[in-house]
C-alpha cells in the first residue's frame, strides 16, 4: 500500500528548507526515496505548513523535523491526533533540554542570549512532549529521549546519503586520485560554531605543515587560530558552497579532519563528517563521538587526545587504488538510504 507523508520542519530556511543541512538530511533525502517507491512524500516549512494547513490535511503520516511550540501547531495536532493520523518527532540535535542550554554551541560559541537560547529549547521541548513517537538520527539522542519522555516510543533512523550526493562524490574521487591531491589537510565547517573545536587541534596540524611544506584548505566559516599566522601560506581558506559541490572540494584533500570538544551535544551528533569525506575518497581522523565509532574502516583514525591526533595527522594511508575503492564501495553500503527507509515505514506504517 503507498502512503502520502509529509515533513514539517521548523528552520529557518523558511521559503528555501533544501538549504538547511539539517532538513536535507532528515527530511529531503528521506522523502526523496519514499519517492521513488511510489509513495507521496513532500517537506514544507513548519511556518508555511501552519499557514496552510487546510490543504494540508490529508496524508497518513507527519514527520515534525525539529518541531517548535505555537498556538497553531497546537490546534493543529490536536486535529491530526483526532483524525488518527501517524505523528511523529523527528531531531538530529540535542536541542530539548534546557538545562544544558547555556551549555549550547549557540551560547559558548556564536554568544547568544542565554535566556534567548532556553525560551526555544522550552518550545521545542513542550511540542516534542505532545508526540509520543521519536526518530533520532543517533543513538545517544535515542537515550536522551528515552529519559525525557519516557512514556514515548522512539527509534534511530542513521543519516544517510542520497543517490545524487553518492553519484557526485564517485566522479570528484575519479577525478582526483588520491597521491595526486592539492592539499594534505581539509577541514569543512558547514556552520559557525566550529571554532573551538578546530582550537583543540590547531597546534598539532601546524606543526606538520611546517615540517611538510603541505597546505589546509580550509571550508565554510572559522576563525583561523593565530598560530597559523607564520605559516599563512599553507592555509587555503574558502567560503561555504552549496552542498553537491562539497564532494569537489573534499576530493581535492587527502586527510579530512573532524576534531569535536566532547561536550553532551557533540556525543549526539552525526557521524556524517566522516561518511561525506570518506565517499570522496578522503581519509578521515576524527573524535570518535559514538556515530562516527560505530564505523569500522581502515579510511578512519578515531583520536581521544592531543597525542593520538600527532601520531594520526604524522602517519599515511597505506593503501593501493584497489583496496582503498574497494573500502569506500563499503562504507557506500552502510550509509545507503534503503535500509533507513524500510525502518521508518515499518514504525510507522507496519510491513507494508
Known amino acids: 500500500m503507498f502512503r502520502k507523508i509529509l515533513y514539517v520542519s521548523w528552520t529557518s530556511r523558511n521559503e528555501r528548507p533544501y538549504e538547511d543541512p539539517s532538513v536535507r538530511y532528515r527530511c529531503f533525502n528521506f522523502a526523496g526515496e519514499l519517492v521513488k517507491r511510489g509513495h507521496t512524500a513532500q517537506v514544507i516549512s513548519q511556518l508555511n505548513f501552519e499557514k496552510n494547513y487546510e490543504c494540508l490535511d490529508g496524508y497518513d503520516a507527519y514527520v515534525f523535523h525539529r518541531p517548535y511550540l505555537t498556538e497553531k501547531f497546537v490546534e493543529i495536532l490536536l486535529d491530526l491526533k483526532a483524525k488518527g493520523k501517524v505523528i511523529n518527532a523527528d531531531f538530529d540535535d540535542f536541542i530539548f533540554d534546557v538545562k544544558y542550554a547555556d551549555l549550547t554551541p549557540m551560547v559558548r560559541v556564536r554568544g547568544a542570549d542565554s535566556n534567548g ?3 526555544y529549547i522550552s518550545r521545542t521541548f513542550e511540542a516534542a512532549s505532545l508526540i509520543n513517537k521519536f526518530t533520532l538520527s543517533t543513538s545517544p539522542l535515542k537515550k536522551h529521549v528515552e529519559e525525557l519522555f519516557p512514556d514515548s516510543s522512539s527509534i534511530v533512523l542513521s543519516n544517510t546519503i542520497d543517490r545524487g550526493f553518492l553519484g557526485v562524490s564517485r566522479i ?6 588520491y597521491e595526486l591531491r592539492d592539499f594534505e589537510f581539509g577541514y569543512f ?7 573551538k573545536d578546530f582550537e583543540l587541534i590547531a597546534p598539532v596540524i601546524c606543526e606538520k605543515l611546517k615540517s611538510s611544506g603541505g597546505k589546509i584548505l580550509i571550508l ?3 576563525k583561523v587560530p593565530e598560530v597559523f599566522n607564520n605559516i599563512a601560506d599553507s592555509v587555503v581558506t574558502n567560503p561555504i558552497v552549496p552542498f553537491h559541490e562539497l564532494p569537489a572540494y ?4 587527502k586527510t579530512v579532519l573532524a576534531p569535536l570538544e566532547d561536550t ?3 556525543r549526539s551528533k552525526s557521524g556524517l563528517k566522516f561518511f561525506e569525506a570518506a565517499l570522496a575518497g578522503c581519509r578521515v581522523i576524527a573524535t570518535p563521538i559514538p556515530d562516527v565509532a560505530r564505523f569500522e574502516s581502515s579510511l578512519l583514525t578515531c583520536c581521544l587526545n592531543l597525542d593520538e591526533w600527532s601520531v594520526a595527522v604524522n602517519s599515511v594511508l597505506s593503501m593501493n587504488h584497489r583496496e582503498h575503492e574497494k573500502e569506500i564501495l563499503k562504507i557506500e553500503k552502510e550509509v545507503a538510504i534503503s535500509y533507513q527507509v ?3 515505514v515499518d514504525y510507522c506504517f507496519g510491513d507494508i
Not at 565547517?189 to 571554532?195: I, K, N, R, V
Not at 573534499?250 to 584533500?253: F, L, Q, R, V
Open 117 to 119: 537560547v532556553k525560551a
Open 172 to 177: 570528484a574521487r575519479n577525478l582526483n586520485p
Open 189 to 195: 565547517s558547514g556552520t559557525a560554531t566550529h571554532d
Open 220 to 222: 565554510g566559516p572559522l
Open 250 to 253: 573534499m576530493a581535492k584533500c
Open 264 to 266: 553532551v551535544f557533540t
Open 342 to 344: 524500510d525502518k521508518f
